[in-house]
C-alpha cells in the first residue's frame, strides 16, 4: 500500500477510504531491538513491524549536521552519561546528559547557569554553522513509509532546551532580554539559510520541527513574540518549493493551537487529551482551522499495562470516529509509543483502524 500517496491525498483535502493509523515506534523498536524482547511474531525491522500493523513506518531523516564556527566542542560518553563542553575565548560551558529508563538521554546541566556565562554563550551562538552531509541527497520513497525531513528546532525553543533549560532560563532570558533577543536574530538568520538549502535539495517534502512546545512553559505572549514569525517564515520558504512544515508537540497544547494555525504550520504532532495533553482532536481542529493537518488522539498512557484497557478502548473510538469525518487527521499515539508499552495494545488500535 502506498501509504505516502494516501497521506499526501490527505493533506490536500482528499479524505483515504479509511482513517490513517501511524505510530512513532522509533525510541519502542531502538529499545526492544538492543535488548532481543521484540514481540513475537511482529516482524525484526521498523518496516516489517509496520506492515503487520498495516500502517506506514514513520522515520525522520537529519541530512545535514551543526558544526561550531571558533569553539572546540569536546565530547565524553559512558555506558550511562555524556559530557559536551564549549571552549570558547570566554571561558567553558559544560552540558551533562543521562541515560533515562526510556533509553533516551535525558539533559541533566544546561550550558548556561548564570549572567555570568552569557559572553560565552553569544560566541557559541555566532558559531553555528549548518552543513548539508554529503549522504543527504533525496532517496526513493518507499511505498510502505512515510519520511519527513528534520530541521532544527526554531531558536527560541533550541535555545531554552539546548542552552538555556526551561526553569532557570526563562528566568534568564527575562532578565536579559534584549540580549538574548540579539542571540535570536543571529539564529534565526543562520537556521533560514539551513532551510532554504533543505528546500532546494528535498523539494515537495514533509518537513519535521522537532521543537517539543508545552504550553506550561510557553504562554501565548512568548509564542506571539518569539515564535509566530519565525514559523511563518520557515513555511513560507519551504511553501515555494512545495514543502510542508509540521511541528511536535511535547505538552500542554490548547492555549498555542490556534496561533499555531495562524502562523501558517501545516501539521501539529502530539495532539490529545489528558492525560498527556489538554486538547482532543475535535477542540484541536476548532483551535486551528481547517486545513493543517493533526497527528494523535492516543494518550501515551493508554498502551501501558498499568492502564486500565477501557480508557484505551474509549480513546480508540473516539479517535476513529473523529478521523473518519476529518480526512486530514492521522490517529497515532500521542509523541513516541514508550518503550513499556504493550504489543497487543499497539496492535489492538491498528485492529480497530483497519477494520
Same mark, same amino acid.
Given at each position: 500500500?502506498?501509504?505516502?500517496?494516501? @497521506?499526501?491525498?490527505?493533506?490536500?483535502?482528499?479524505?483515504?477510504?479509511?482513517?490513517?493509523?501511524?505510530?512513532?515506534?522509533?525510541?519502542?523498536?531502538?529499545?526492544?531491538?538492543?535488548?532481543?524482547?521484540?514481540?513475537?511474531?511482529?516482524?525484526? +525491522?521498523?518496516?516489517?513491524?509496520?506492515?503487520?500493523?498495516?500502517?506506514?513506518?514513520?522515520?525522520?531523516?537529519?541530512?545535514?549536521?551543526?558544526?561550531?564556527?571558533?569553539?572546540?566542542?569536546?565530547?565524553?560518553?559512558?555506558?550511562?552519561?555524556?559530557?559536551?563542553?564549549?571552549?570558547?575565548?570566554?571561558?567553558?560551558?559544560?552540558?551533562?546528559?543521562? @541515560?533515562?529508563?526510556?533509553?533516551?538521554?535525558?539533559?541533566?546541566?544546561?550550558?548556561?547557569?548564570?549572567?555570568?556565562?552569557?559572553?560565552?554563550?553569544?560566541?557559541?551562538?555566532?558559531?553555528?554553522? =549548518?552543513?548539508?552531509?554529503? $549522504?543527504? $541527497?533525496?532517496?526513493?520513497? $518507499?511505498?510502505? &513509509?512515510?519520511?519527513?525531513?528534520?530541521?532544527?528546532?526554531?531558536? =527560541?525553543?533550541?535555545?531554552?532546551?539546548?542552552?538555556?533549560?526551561? *526553569?532557570?532560563?526563562?528566568?534568564?532570558?527575562?532578565?536579559?532580554?534584549?540580549?538574548?533577543?540579539?542571540?535570536?536574530?543571529?539564529?534565526?538568520?543562520?537556521?533560514?539559510?539551513?532551510?532554504?538549502? @533543505?528546500?532546494?535539495?528535498?523539494?515537495? *517534502?514533509?518537513?519535521?520541527? !522537532?521543537?517539543?512546545?508545552?504550553?506550561?512553559?510557553?504562554?501565548?505572549?512568548?509564542?506571539?513574540?518569539?515564535?509566530?514569525? $519565525? =514559523?511563518?517564515?520557515?513555511?513560507?520558504?519551504?511553501?515555494?518549493?512545495?514543502?510542508?512544515?509540521?511541528?511536535?508537540?511535547?505538552?500542554?497544547?490548547?492555549?498555542?493551537?490556534?496561533?499555531?494555525?495562524?502562523?501558517?504550520?501545516?501539521?501539529?504532532?502530539?495532539? *490529545?487529551? !489528558?492525560?498527556? +495533553?489538554?486538547?482532543?482532536?475535535?477542540?484541536?481542529?476548532?483551535?486551528?482551522?481547517?486545513?493543517?493537518?493533526?497527528? &494523535?488522539?492516543? !494518550?501515551?498512557? =493508554?498502551?501501558?499495562?498499568?492502564?486500565?484497557?477501557?480508557?484505551?478502548?474509549? +480513546?480508540?473510538?473516539?479517535?476513529?470516529?473523529?478521523?473518519?469525518?476529518?480526512?486530514?487527521?492521522?490517529? &497515532?499515539?500521542?509523541?513516541?509509543?514508550?518503550?513499556?508499552?504493550?504489543?497487543?495494545?499497539?496492535?489492538?488500535?491498528?485492529?480497530? @483502524?483497519?477494520?
Amino acid at each position: 500500500m502506498d501509504f505516502g500517496k494516501i @497521506l499526501m491525498d490527505a493533506i490536500e483535502g482528499r479524505a483515504p477510504a479509511r482513517p490513517l493509523f501511524m505510530p512513532d515506534l522509533g525510541l519502542w523498536f531502538t529499545w526492544h531491538s538492543r535488548r532481543g524482547t521484540l514481540p513475537q511474531g511482529c516482524g525484526g +525491522s521498523p518496516a516489517e513491524i509496520a506492515a503487520s500493523l498495516n500502517c506506514p513506518a514513520w522515520t525522520v531523516r537529519t541530512p545535514w549536521k551543526l558544526e561550531y564556527e571558533g569553539v572546540e566542542v569536546t565530547r565524553e560518553k559512558s555506558a550511562t552519561g555524556r559530557i559536551v563542553r564549549y571552549l570558547t575565548r570566554r571561558g567553558v560551558l559544560t552540558e551533562k546528559w543521562a @541515560l533515562g529508563p526510556d533509553g533516551d538521554w535525558w539533559q541533566q546541566e544546561y550550558p548556561v547557569k548564570n549572567e555570568e556565562d552569557l559572553d560565552a554563550a553569544e560566541e557559541i551562538v555566532r558559531g553555528m554553522r =549548518y552543513r548539508l552531509e554529503p $549522504s543527504g $541527497s533525496p532517496a526513493a520513497a $518507499s511505498p510502505g &513509509g512515510i519520511e519527513a525531513i528534520e530541521i532544527p528546532k526554531a531558536p =527560541y525553543s533550541d535555545l531554552l532546551h539546548t542552552l538555556l533549560g526551561w *526553569s532557570d532560563g526563562l528566568m534568564l532570558l527575562m532578565m536579559e532580554e534584549e540580549r538574548f533577543a540579539a542571540m535570536l536574530e543571529v539564529m534565526e538568520e543562520t537556521r533560514n539559510g539551513l532551510v532554504r538549502d @533543505l528546500a532546494a535539495a528535498f523539494p515537495a *517534502s514533509l518537513f519535521w520541527a !522537532p521543537d517539543n512546545l508545552d504550553g506550561q512553559f510557553v504562554t501565548p505572549a512568548a509564542f506571539g513574540k518569539y515564535l509566530r514569525g $519565525s =514559523y511563518r517564515t520557515t513555511g513560507e520558504l519551504l511553501h515555494s518549493s512545495g514543502g510542508r512544515l509540521w511541528v511536535h508537540i511535547g505538552g500542554m497544547c490548547r492555549h498555542l493551537l490556534a496561533p499555531m494555525g495562524e502562523a501558517g504550520i501545516n501539521g501539529v504532532a502530539g495532539v *490529545s487529551a !489528558p492525560p498527556q +495533553s489538554d486538547a482532543t482532536l475535535a477542540e484541536a481542529r476548532q483551535a486551528m482551522g481547517p486545513t493543517p493537518m493533526l497527528w &494523535g488522539g492516543i !494518550p501515551q498512557d =493508554y498502551v501501558m499495562p498499568m492502564v486500565d484497557r477501557a480508557l484505551l478502548r474509549r +480513546s480508540i473510538a473516539e479517535a476513529r470516529a473523529f478521523a473518519r469525518g476529518d480526512g486530514r487527521t492521522i490517529v &497515532g499515539v500521542a509523541d513516541h509509543v514508550p518503550v513499556d508499552a504493550e504489543w497487543d495494545r499497539i496492535r489492538e488500535i491498528a485492529d480497530a @483502524l483497519n477494520s
